[in-house]
């Protein structure tokens, strides 16, 4: 099954209808929010909100691991995480659409692992590519193929919230060689890799990050949110498109 993990928006995709929520009792706690079972053309896919059914979840207190073992525990085999970013890149501009390649990991305290304790040896899971390639390029193709201006590559940089960056923040995330910035993508990519679950993500620009272009002097939340809503159509019609090929 395939599970999109991410905010709102699926009420935009037209002949999607949400047949039923599963609400998982995990080893880790509880989940964000019940698993929305939906259905479109035939294919039944699942969708959990990571912040909350009222978006009240900041992105450090977010239950990473009983998400992901809850999505494992529907035979969920592929994810694909929304996650709206800012662009270090000066040729990432808002609007944009960037499908990441690779992760760099700045957040701290967040629980990351589920092989640990006597009851689960540690078990060191290769990492060497964070994404599953072959989930990213069929995005890649889909938004294309849409006419949208998206593209794959490029670092994820994880950071912990809910606080956006300082500048020199992300003057070292571009020296290690980072090109968005999010708050979500880590543990989630390790913890599904772990469970041998195929994990790739959209992240729609919503703002230069903190020192570049339009944000030289400072990031207003608001316009975020406006842009992140206004970007969401797009999102949606990648993942409308997607689930229709969807063959799994």
């Not at 995990?26 to 035939?42: E, F, K, R, V």
């Not at 929304?82 to 990441?100: F, Q, W």
């Not at 571009?174 to 599904?192: F, N």
């Amino acid at each position: 099954m395939l599970a999109l993990i991410g905010g709102t928006g699926l009420d935009t995709i037209e002949g999607l209808a949400i047949e039923s929520y599963e609400d998982i009792v995990t080893p880790y706690g509880s989940m964000s929010a019940p698993i929305a079972i939906c259905t479109l053309n035939d294919k039944k896919i699942a969708f959990l909100p990571r912040h909350g059914e009222n978006h009240s979840i900041p992105p450090h207190l977010i239950n990473y691991r009983a998400n992901i073992w809850g999505l494992s525990h529907m035979a969920v085999t592929d994810i694909i995480s929304i996650a709206t970013v800012g662009s270090i890149k000066d040729d990432l501009n808002p609007g944009s659409i960037v499908i990441p390649s690779q992760i760099i990991d700045y957040t701290y305290g967040r629980e990351h692992t589920f092989f640990e304790g006597k009851a689960e040896p540690v078990n060191h899971i290769d990492f060497t590519y964070p994404f599953t390639l072959s989930l990213a390029e069929h995005l890649l193709k889909i938004s294309k193929g849409l006419r949208l201006n998206a593209s794959l590559g490029g670092a994820y940089a994880a950071v912990q919230g809910p606080r956006l960056e300082t500048k020199a923040e992300i003057d070292r995330y571009e020296r290690d060689g980072a090109t968005i910035v999010g708050m979500t993508c880590m543990p989630e990519a390790s913890l599904a890799r772990e469970l041998e679950i195929n994990y790739a993500a959209i992240c729609p620009v919503a703002n230069q990050a903190a020192g570049r272009g339009s944000s030289i002097d400072g990031i207003s939340h608001q316009d975020i949110t406006q842009k992140s809503k206004g970007m969401m159509n797009d999102v949606m019609r990648i993942v409308a498109s997607f689930i229709s090929a969807y063959a799994r």
